[in-house]
């Protein structure tokens, strides 16, 4: 028997299974004394451990096609990994780094604002990875949004150089 116990104490358990402990528990069969369904209960006079799976299964529907969108997602990743791209910033921060889940504001995900603005979160719903994002500078630019090197502009650039460069010879002469 203490063989057993120090096993058991021993067995090592993967960080995922870790990770996604409560989203297991949230599909365990609840012990009842009595033996209604969990489904045509009324939530105000339930125990708190199956109104709490009750609300949950309100919050967290089941989609039928988020495998398939986690799929898409990881694909995606690799493939911009692959070709050595970047995706686009607004993509990234739409996808969860964990569980790949596609982050749709109340369906797959919580959007917390911090008090004072400087800050705000996004929480996946299925894993509960946590990210923030820092919000208080105002003048923060993502690098698609800035302007990129176009012919026009490249042209002025390099008339600018060029006169630069002929002031500073009439200036050494």
Known sequence: QTKDKIINKRKRVSLRTKRNKHISDLYKNVNQDDSTDINTMDIDNTPSKIQNIKLNSITNKNYPLLPLARYYNSTLSVVAQKTVSRMDPNVKRSICKCCKTPLIPGLTSDINVDDNEVKYEIVCKSCHTKREFKSDNPDY???????????????????????????EKKSKK
Do not use: G, V
């Open 141 to 167: 630019c993502l690098f698609t949004e800035k302007a990129a090197l176009t012919p026009d502009i490249y042209e002025k650039y390099l008339e600018e150089l060029s006169k630069e460069n002929k002031k």
